[in-house]
């Protein structure tokens, strides 16, 4: 078995032809050439772009990737449908019973069966098929397109067109019709038009195409060698644009990558940025949303480096929610501070400021002020006007709006109305004011006097839960005593509810000695003198 000569590089070497190999795949090296001076794309795989050894390639080449074997009557030839041979005139051995024809048997002929076949008329005697063979490879016995005549499309686009004849025929006669008919009756022809739509309505096929919603104009297909596009203007590419790898064909200009599509540099530095159409990949990289995604990959990188359990491409969703989230929190903080700030050292933002005339103005006249900032000689400041119209009284009051001020509201003194376009009542509007406010304020010193008069009655309930125990109140020794045993005799009872006796003169109602006897007899967890109690 052959070996391969493999010519074996040092550690430094091999750092060299791997720096090399990535200035090439960044466009700062130029490509490696092949045998025959083309360059070799650096993004090609190694075990691609390495020839096999038995080969014996001496430089590198993508000759062994290339096709080397090919039939040359692929694309040229094909079956001649329909074509005959030869004509013969009797019967031959071993022809078609049915027809005469050598080329096929009886089983494979496509004749109509005659009532006796010319084996035995020996007359009609079809001619032979021209029967070809090819030999084509993988690709060609899979290909659906072989043999097809592309001038036999004509009759396709033909058909086509005269179909868009008809329907525009059948259009222009139904709108002639519509105008016909309006003008027999005497309306204009347009104010119909809604109600007469679902009865020109056809079938999709006829429908107008300059009508169509949200469409502009509509191309015809042109039949060009690249193909043509049927469509929308506004939803088509234009193809004049040139492509950014045609902006600049110097071949030390931007490096343009044909595998990724793109080109990181600017291909015309010099020119003139506001006609610039395009100024290289990295100008969309400080705008739009890649800042924002930058911020994103940054805040989850110190977020996982300082124990949150969140990675950006494992799950980018809990990232951003928690970057949101983060955001929020931020602003809410520093709102905060600024407010303890200001509320603490005061904002001389907000604070006065000196008159503007005092700041920037300049004027001729002389003012003298004083220590305290008086005016004491000069012209005094004209004083502003109000925005309502004065000395006018409408809807016949005698006062000016604003002449009375009562409950934080602003009236009429006429009137003592506090409704700006109110009508002046007069005194009598005075006096129904106050007999109002007089009778309002009779109902509710009623209204507190029921209040006061239903707590008494309230206090004669029972005071079942016990109620607050004055500091005046006088116990009665012996029936406190009599509460103690009952309250001894309540507790011993209590172990079994089932041996307690049934007491027909039972009392509910509970007396101050009963709520004394309970509280002296109650346990109380809590007191750590509990124990000296009894």
């Known amino acids: 078995m052959a070996t391969a000569s493999v010519a074996f590089k040092s550690r430094e070497d091999h ?39 038995y ?26 449908r329909g074509a005959k041979i030869f004509q013969a005139d009797k019967y031959r051995k071993g022809a078609c019973e049915n027809c005469g024809a050598m080329t096929h048997d009886s089983k494979s002929c496509m004749e109509r069966p005659r009532k006796v076949g010319a084996k035995w008329t020996n007359t009609h005697i079809a001619p032979d098929e021209k029967i070809e063979t090819f030999e084509l490879d993988y690709d060609g016995k899979r290909d659906r397109w072989n043999g097809y005549d592309a001038s036999t499309y004509a009759r396709v686009i033909e058909r086509y067109e005269a179909r868009d004849e008809a329907r525009k025929k059948y259009l222009k006669e139904q709108q002639l019709k519509k105008l016909e008919k309006s003008n027999q009756n005497g309306e204009d ?27 502009a104009k509509v191309e015809k297909r042109v039949r060009t060698t690249g193909g043509g596009s049927t469509g929308t203007v506004r939803n088509l590419r234009i193809r004049e644009d040139t492509a950014k790898y045609l902006l600049n064909l110097d071949v030390n200009s931007a490096h343009y990558d044909p595998k990724t599509r793109s080109m990181r540099e600017d291909p015309l530095p010099d020119a003139d940025p506001n006609e610039k159409f395009y100024g290289g990949d990295n100008q969309y990289r400080n705008s739009g949303q890649a800042l924002e995604f930058k911020e994103l990959n940054i805040h989850a990188w110190e977020a996982f480096d300082k124990g949150q359990d969140v990675h950006m491409q494992a799950a980018p969703s809990q990232a951003e929610l928690l970057y949101k989230s983060f955001k929020v929190r931020k602003e809410k903080l520093k709102y905060h501070t600024k407010e303890t700030i ?35 000689k000069g012209q005094e400041a004209a004083l502003p006007r109000s925005k309502y119209e004065e000395d006018i009284y409408i809807n016949n009051h005698t006062t000016v709006w604003g002449s009375w001020w009562k409950d934080h509201q602003w009236g009429y003194k006429c009137c003592k109305q506090t409704i700006r376009n109110s009508y002046c009542t007069g005194a009598a509007g005075i006096e129904a004011a106050e007999a109002a406010s007089d009778l309002m304020k009779a109902n509710i010193a009623r209204k507190e006097a029921a209040t006061d008069d239903s707590a008494p009655v309230e206090e004669k309930k029972l005071a079942t839960w016990g109620t607050d125990v ?11 005593a009599d509460a103690l045993k009952k309250e001894d005799l309540r507790k011993r009872e209590e172990k079994d509810e089932r041996k307690r006796k049934y007491n027909v003169r039972w009392n509910d109602e509970v007396t101050a000695e009963d709520m004394e006897a309970y509280r002296m007899k109650k346990v109380h967890h809590d007191d750590p003198m509990k124990d000296f109690l009894h």
């Open 342 to 376: 200001i509320e603490k050292y005061g904002n001389a933002a907000d604070e006065d400021k000196p008159p503007r005339e005092l700041l920037l103005g300049q004027s001729e006249r002389q003012v003298e002020y004083d220590r305290a900032g008086r005016i004491i």
């Open 55 to 80: 080969l014996n390639a001496e430089r590198p080449s993508l000759k062994h990737q290339r096709k080397w074997k090919s039939d040359p009557n692929y694309t040229k030839s094909w079956y001649d």
């Open 470 to 480: 004055p500091d005046d109140l006088v116990l009665d020794e012996k029936l406190l």
């Open 189 to 215: 022809p347009t104010s119909d038009e809604d109600e007469d739509e679902d009865d020109l309505r056809v079938d999709e096929a006829k429908v107008d195409e300059s009508k169509q919603m949200d469409f």
């Open 15 to 53: 750092r060299k032809q791997i720096e090399l190999e990535e200035a090439r795949k960044a466009g700062l090296a130029p490509a490696e050439l092949d045998e025959d001076g083309k360059e070799i794309n650096p993004h090609i795989p190694q075990y691609m772009s390495s020839a096999p050894w």
